[in-house]
């Protein structure tokens, strides 16, 4: 019964405090209005500099190509590779194709002109896929027959048809905000109670040490369910994307993943003593945690002992489930060694936790 | 000249008037006392002074320069000490030091002069952490970091809050030391004791100044407020012949260092029990455990008839306890603490409702039932801090320096909260570092270094160690400390 008043108490110290509700309802839709439609994958908006040393119809006809192209910013032609390279050392321009002397005599002979690509690989993923896209259309100009055969090899993306980031990056979203509302706010509420004192006058009554750390917690799961389905609202209103799966799911996988983060933060907060100490442990996890769960990149391609780390990693656990869920509509089924996996962890770093939280040492 | 003029001065805070027309003057090298209760200008007044703030009306002048315009000239020629303790806990004596030399300017070399009488007693700690030093070791560095840039005026804001009464008339000695160099001193001090070392006091009472005069015609012109008529306390009937807190060879232990040494007592149901001592002679450590914080290294113990080793969640729940530190949930209003407090103890919603009217009347604070706690003044803090620790009706309550920092007129209408409670048998367990408070007690008994030297009622103690009252007891033992304030 002494949970009611502590979390009556917990919902009235939010209340009170003049950041915290705005932050709440602010999140969610600055996530879902505005991440979205930045992270993308896709390249576009590649600028482009032409050395054409040809001058001819044909060499003509792939500057007008790359002209057409979505993908290109045409910036130009340049009369040397020299002046070219300079753009590109100034930040103007990000790739430089150079035609060489009678290319379209000796792509009419049959032979094979050597074409120059340079590109500016210091954004790596702009510079190869930029690199990439510029050689296919010079392939399509100067051997038509090649560009024939690729057109009968078909390419079929599954589940999510017109490689839309939008419904890849959604569900990642779901977890960053699962992170922040149940991850660092009871962590940061605990820590706060030591610094001001007040733990200690709590630890004194007989309040049992479950009722406590529930009443840290139930808020916080309560205000992030509702902030996940703010943003499943956001998702279908503003993008029209809603989970092929069951909803229900969707929800089961957030609440696994509160009840890791929140224990996980728990344990921070009974080894620390400052705010600070707190906060910059758990943002060190959190980031290890994302960069390392396949949110972003993919994890087969990481070395071996990086990708062994993914089977403790409950976000990699997470972001391989919901995508299931969420973009190839899986049911429980396809994603039940997930979710035991993710319980799992989630008990025991709840035991842990309260383990960790003493009355008295 | 004089070392500091204060004309007309008027500051507020929103609707509050911290400050109202207060005018003052100090002669060079005059130990000048800045009193009153919590909450009537004073800091206001030294942070004015020490050009942190700017005033809205009047003016004034440290050392001749005004403390508006001339901020810079003004900052080199004081020193000042807040009250809370101002150094970097992390860094070492020495290195906090050197810090601060290097603030103004100067180094330790060039200033050692000034502060050889004062650093040189805590020299020997110069690497050691300033977080780890005891209460009257961090007043003296915190006094050697104020005085490294040879300022003409120290600003003292309540300096020796929390500090044990020996290291307080230390720290004393040491401003009377200064004054042969004819260095100007402003402090503000709850404690009478120190308001008589002032030549002169200024007597601040909700921003206006009441009365400028010497110390001894100032605390009897306003004796109702620092001299109230001692509490009469008839109780000595009603005490039972029933231990509540037994506690035998308890030990506590933190690696080779015993903060508590082998200490044996009992306190008697509805009995007011005094646990004196200096600052880290091992009253908290003692306190923590008795009320189930922490477990002892050996030794046994009962509170309210449950072991303090195995059943200290039982202890929990008949016990209250009011920590130095906590004073209520500030974010929350006065009846949502009772009620959180109450709720935890298991009490029913109509049985908190009824009691929180009685109590709120009983205080003569109905209509502040719905204030946030944080916009009370401190002493209201305190008593609301009590009443919530005795509204479970426990058997015991363990007050940890319940009255740190309010006026004596706010503390003896504490204690007349803390006579009624015992009148209705609750007994209480206090630590105090109030002499004048240890009087009011039942029997008291004083730590030495973890031990405990004596033990007995007010008056037993001053006939076995033949002194006038508690204050010399209480020095005449701590003198004899040799853990030098570890």
Known sequence: MTLKYLIQKEFLQIKRNAFLPKLIVMFPIVIMCVIPWVMQMEVKNIVVDVVDNDRSTGSQQLVHSIEASNYFIFNGQKTTYKEALNEIERGKADVVLVIPQDFAKNVAKGLTPQVLIAANAVNGTKGAIGSAYLSQIVMANALPSTAAIQSRVSTLMLYNKHQNYKLFMIPALLAIVMMLMTGFLPTLNIVGEKEAGTIEQMNVTPVSKWAFILSKLIPYWLIALFVVTVCLLLAKLIYGISPAGPVWLVFLLAMLLALFFSSFGLIISNYSDTMQQAIFVMWFFVVCLMLLSGLFTPTRSMPHWAYLTTYVNPMHYFIDAIRTVFIRGGGFHEIAHQVWALLGIGLIMAAWAVQSYKKNS | MNAIEVHNISKSYGKVKALDDVSFTVGKGEVFGLIGPDGSGKTTMFRILCSLLCPEAGSATVDG??????????????????????????????????????????????????????????????????????????????????????????????????????????????????????????????????????????????????????????????????????????????????????????????????????????????????????????????????????????????????????????????????????????????????????????????????????????????????????SLPLGWKQKLAFSVSIFHEPGVVFLDEPTGGVDPATRRQFWELIYAAAARGITVFVTTHYMDEAEYCDRISIMVDGKIKAMGTPDALKKEFNQPDMDHVFTHLARQATRSGD
Not at chain 2, 131 to 144: C, F, I, P, T, Y
Not at chain 2, 347 to 368: C, G, P, V, Y
Request: aromatic share 10%; proline share 3%.
């Open chain 2, 65 to 374: 320069f005004d403390v508006v315009r001339k901020m810079r000239e003004v900052r080199c020629r004081v020193g000042y000490m807040p009250g809370r303790f101002s150094l970097y806990q992390d860094l070492t004596v020495e290195e906090n030091l050197k810090f601060f030399a290097t603030l103004f300017g100067t180094t330790v070399e060039e200033g050692y002069d000034s502060i050889k009488a004062i650093y040189s007693q805590i020299e020997r700690f110069k690497d050691r952490k300033a977080g780890a030093l005891s209460g009257g070791m961090k007043q003296k560095l915190a006094l050697s970091c104020a005085l490294v840039h040879q300022p003409s005026v120290l600003f003292l804001d309540e300096p020796t809050t929390g500090v044990d009464p020996v290291s307080r008339k230390e720290l004393w000695a040491m401003l009377g030391s200064l004054k042969e160099r004819d260095i100007t001193i402003v402090a503000s001090t709850p404690y009478l004791d120190e308001v008589r070392c002032c030549e002169r006091v200024a007597f601040l009472d909700r921003g206006k100044v009441r009365g400028i005069d010497t110390p001894d015609r100032i605390l009897s012109e306003f004796a109702d407020i620092f001299n109230p008529p001692g509490i009469e306390h008839e109780s000595a009937g009603k005490v039972e012949n029933e231990n509540v807190i037994e506690v035998e060879h308890l030990v506590k232990a933190f690696g080779s260092f015993h903060a508590v040494d082998d200490i044996s007592f009992s306190v008697k149901k509805g009995e007011i029990f005094g646990f004196l001592g200096a600052n880290g002679a091992g009253k908290t450590t003692a306190m923590h455990m008795l009320t189930g914080l922490n477990q002892p290294t050996a030794g046994t113990g009962r509170v309210a008839g449950y072991d303090i080793r195995t059943q200290y969640e039982q202890i929990k729940k008949h016990i209250g306890y009011m920590s130095q530190k906590f004073s209520l949930y500030e974010d929350l209003t006065v009846a949502e603490n009772i009620r959180l407090f109450a709720g935890i103890y298991g009490m029913s919603d109509a049985e908190i409702a009824r009691k929180t009217n009685e109590l709120l009347e009983q205080l003569q604070f109905t209509e502040h039932k719905n204030t946030l706690v944080k």
